[in-house]
DNA sequence: GGTCAAGGCCAG
DNA sequence: CTGGCCTTGACC
């Protein structure tokens, strides 16, 4: 393309400000995008070939001037990466840190101690760091379209949108739910205030100041699907294609609100008269209840949640999100920790060229017929990937003609459109990689679906180099790897146990990617701090792996923290809960409370026995309190020593390993004397350590000044507490481990980590947190997970500590209500600092920690 | 330069 | 709308 040459003469003179230049490269490039494509789109619809390549043209300018970068251009962003390219090889190792570098534009939280932002330096990957901004953009974006939106819809007179103002939003603007993007099913950018939140709404605690102000939506998509329908329509009413917008800008014309005047509404495919209850958009948008006549007719098909405010909270994202999967009768958990497992199989059976069945062809996940490699996270044909593609892109609304189960194969696949986008959800594909901008070519960044693949290529060279000491160092831990290779539901991994990936995947490794699979998960669903990157969150997956000897809990000693993580667990009976024809509670399957409430099918062994103990107030506190206080005699952390200083860096790790695998076995034996230890299957207290290890140790480290420091100590301002703190800890690092790291390198790394677990510390300190409280915490914290279903006593369980917490403090502090309030509130930032972690290369800090005297 | 997973195109 | 084929472009 001609236009290739053209220059961008806006962005030579503003290098010196890196980060608010590539935030607005980013703007630009995406800009410029949506507006070639939307001019594309126009054209189209005017029959008008005039001007042949936009870029060319050098016309129709808006106020930001974006046509003058060319299509062939790279992204202004690459523009960046001749910056201070000395320190490349640096920047290289730590690829996997990059996405959360780029999170930290929504983190405003990162810029209270100055710390410059991302991109102060070169990446190799940066290019993949386009579609990361690009998205941070579409924040930005947004948050205008949000403004302008309000301002339409404050305007009285204001009827209906115009034309030019319709235009002016973004499509999920129009839909009215402008930050609620039905993020990737492998996204956990939805930092939901589940858990604690929940905890905290019990307890009339109001935790809202924990949640984050960014948002990120790397990928995020939004389907306006939530409001509609429900898969059990009446016959007569379906197959119905609700809503349909080609692209942008016939998603925004005032014509894409009539459903009947819009010219996809009128597909020969069509064999019945348009529902009515279709996606109103324009009642939506306009807040105004104007269907309602027509929705009373079919309660069934009454929008779940009220569809004309723009979702603000966490629990709402996390609402519609479950609404969007609850329409296809799916639990997007579910999904979602399926997906990581079938996602890994399937990508390194790709890479494998599926070392079991070479000679069948690669089949498609969705319909049978012969698949054209990986599309959208799975294995598809060109027919699937084309068909996720366009209802992702154009917001397409299925519904089933029959019971939501019908049959996708090669040959029927056309048949049910609602069934077959079910079935591409049920399988995993990936929302979030249908790009928002629609940017061909390159590649998504490996957070859009899961870093397996990334990881397992970018560590084979790397494993291959270190194999001998791997596999040395799997078998050091014994019992821990032993026997430990994942089985999976699916096939998949289990099918392949000898491939020469697993070979380079000691099980150790595939534990830490699990464990921090299974971290995330946990994250995703019950976290409440201000981290909601999706990059972030999946490149902690990548660092556990790639920087970590973490360690997997084994309760049981022979195997399988793994089968019995998130990540691993087989599908919920969703379908057969929430299917229309079996639901016996008559609740519309589309409004999600069945997923609030799945009902216990599987039901603990003794659910009578722990029911009582659990689901009464706590009685008798001190003997509850003495028997956590005596669990904590088995976990001595700072019993753990270094007792020599390492050489090199793999001594080092080797040390950590040790140190981490002496530290987790003292977790485990904590976990052993628990007083509910029994209550619960073993499965799920592997579960629970494996997803909760490194937030324990972090309590435990913040907890250490406050239950060591006596009365009389004085506790100095914060900083200078985070100030010793990260001295000690280089101090440490220098001194007793051998590893050189500057101040600055240390902050680099752990600055923002150190920072929240030093918050906590200095506020438990402040607190003068006691013993009591602690273990309660401790127990809480281990316990504060996404209801299992199959184990609704998690939840008993931990409300009882929770009352036993507040019990405690009535006890100890009559009258101070906003104690049990702040305690609680520390978990969340724990978590917080838990998850930076698992992004840093230092997993090993909390075994350090906890280790280092003061 | 090759790979491959995005998006686009367009006959059917 | 569908799906086979083509173009893109980041990564290797
Ligand atoms: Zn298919
Ligand atoms: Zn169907």
């Not at 619809?45 to 300018?61: F, V, Y």
């Not at 984050?212 to 998509?221: L, T």
């Not at 790790?653 to 509910?676: E, N, R, Y």
Request: hydrophobic share 30%.
């Amino acid at each position: 393309m001609a236009a290739g040459d053209l220059e961008t003469p806006h962005r030579d003179e503003s290098h010196n400000d890196v980060h608010e230049d590539v935030g607005q490269g980013a703007i630009l490039f995406r800009n410029y995008k949506l507006k070639q494509y939307k001019m594309k789109s126009s054209q189209l619809r005017a029959s008008s070939p005039t001007c042949s390549d936009i870029s060319e043209s050098g016309s129709g300018r808006d106020d930001s001037g974006v046509e003058s970068i060319s299509r062939s251009q790279r992204s202004p962003i690459s523009e960046f990466s001749d910056l201070n390219s000395d320190k490349l090889d640096d920047i290289r190792s730590r690829s996997d840190s990059c996405g959360s570098r780029i999170s930290s534009f929504s983190d405003t939280s990162n810029y209270s101690r100055g710390e410059p932002p991302m991109l102060k330096r070169e990446h190799p990957e940066i290019h993949g760091l386009n579609r990361s901004l690009l998205d941070m953009q579409s924040l930005c974006e947004r948050k205008r379209f949000e403004e302008f939106a309000m301002k339409i819809k404050s305007e009285p007179s204001q009827g209906e949108p115009t034309s030019q103002q319709m235009r002016y939003m973004s499509p999920s603007m129009a839909y009215g739910n402008p930050m609620n993007g039905l993020s990737a099913l492998g996204g956990l950018n939805m930092n939901s205030m589940e858990g604690l939140s929940r905890m905290a709404q019990i307890n009339s605690f109001n935790m809202n100041n924990m949640q984050s102000n960014g948002g990120n939506h790397a990928g995020m998509k939004f389907i306006p699907v939530m409001s509609s329908m429900p898969s059990g329509l009446p016959p007569m009413m379906s197959p119905v294609m609700m809503q349909s917008s080609p692209n942008m800008m016939e998603g925004l014309s005032p014509g894409a609100f009539h459903p009947h005047s819009h010219p996809s509404m009128q597909h020969p495919s069509m064999k019945t008269p348009f529902h009515p209850n279709g996606l109103n958009i324009k009642s939506e948008f306009l807040n105004e209840p104007k269907f309602n006549s027509l929705q009373q007719e079919s309660p069934r098909n009454t929008p779940p949640a009220p569809p004309t405010h723009t979702p603000r909270t966490k629990e709402e994202e996390l609402e519609m999100k479950r609404r969007f999967y609850a329409n296809y009768n799916l639990d997007f958990h579910e999904i979602e920790a399926k997906c990581r497992a079938q996602i890994a199989s399937q990508a390194e059976e790709a890479h494998n060229g599926c070392d079991s069945d070479n000679d069948e062809p690669m089949a498609c996940g969705i319909c049978n017929d012969k698949a054209t490699g990986l599309h959208y996270g799975i294995i598809t044909c060109e027919g699937c990937k084309g068909f996720f593609k366009r209802t992702v892109q154009n917001k397409r609304v299925y519904t089933c003609i029959a019971d939501g189960n019908c049959e996708v194969t090669k040959t029927q696949r056309n048949r049910c459109q609602y069934c077959r986008f079910k079935k591409c959800l049920q399988s995993g594909m990936v929302l979030a990689a249908v790009r928002e901008d629609r940017m061909p070519g390159g590649r998504n960044s490996g957070a859009v679906y899961n870093l397996y693949k990334v990881k397992y290529k970018r560590h084979k060279k790397r494993n291959e180099a270190k194999k001998q000491r791997l596999q040395q160092l799997a078998s050091q831990n014994g019992s821990l790897a032993h026997g430990s290779l994942p089985s999976l539901p699916s096939s998949g991994l289990a099918s392949i146990p000898t491939s020469h990936s697993e070979e380079f995947m000691p099980p150790l490794k595939r534990m830490a990617i699990e464990a921090a699979a299974a971290a995330r998960a946990e994250f995703t669903r019950s976290s409440h701090g201000a981290y909601e990157n999706r990059n972030e969150v999946y490149n902690n997956s990548n660092s556990a792996y790639s920087d970590s000897q973490s360690q997997c809990i084994d309760l049981s000693q022979k195997s399988s923290s793994i089968s019995s993580s998130p990540s691993m667990r087989s599908p919920p009976p969703m379908l057969e809960v929430t299917d229309p024809n079996s639901s016996t509670s008559g609740t519309p399957s589309q409004n999600g409370s069945q997923l609030e409430a799945p009902p216990p099918r599987q039901v603990s062994p003794s659910p009578q026995k722990q029911q009582s103990r659990y689901s009464l107030p706590p009685t008798n506190l001190s003997q509850i309190v003495g028997e956590l206080i005596a669990c904590e005699k088995e976990m001595d952390t700072s019993a753990a020593q270094m007792d020599f200083l390492a050489q090199n860096e793999d001594s080092l790790m080797k040390a950590m390993c040790k140190l981490g695998d002496s530290i987790v076995t003292q977790l485990v034996k904590w976990t052993k004397h628990l007083p509910f230890y029994s209550d619960i299957p073993l499965a799920v207290h592997t579960q629970l350590l494996t997803s909760k290890w490194h937030e324990i140790l972090l309590l435990i480290t913040s907890a250490q000044h406050a239950l060591t420091t006596t009365d009389n100590q004085s506790l100095g301002d914060f900083n200078t507490y985070f100030k010793s703190n990260m001295e000690k800890l280089q101090y440490y690092l220098n001194n007793v481990l051998g590893k050189a790291i500057t101040v600055e390198e240390l902050d680099q790394e752990v600055g923002d980590m150190m920072e929240k677990v030093s918050r906590v510390g200095h506020n438990f300190a402040r607190m003068r947190l006691n013993k009591a409280e602690y273990v309660c915490l401790k127990v809480i914290l281990l316990l504060n997970q996404d209801p299992n279903p199959d184990h609704p006593s998690l939840v008993a369980i931990k409300d009882f500590y929770m009352a036993v917490l507040r019990d405690v403090i009535m006890q100890q502090h009559p009258g101070n209500t906003e104690r049990f309030c702040d305690l609680l509130a520390q978990l969340p930032q724990i978590q917080n600092a838990s998850s930076l972690l698992l992004q840093s290369k230092m997993i090993y800090i909390p075994f350090l920690l906890n280790t280092m005297k003061s």
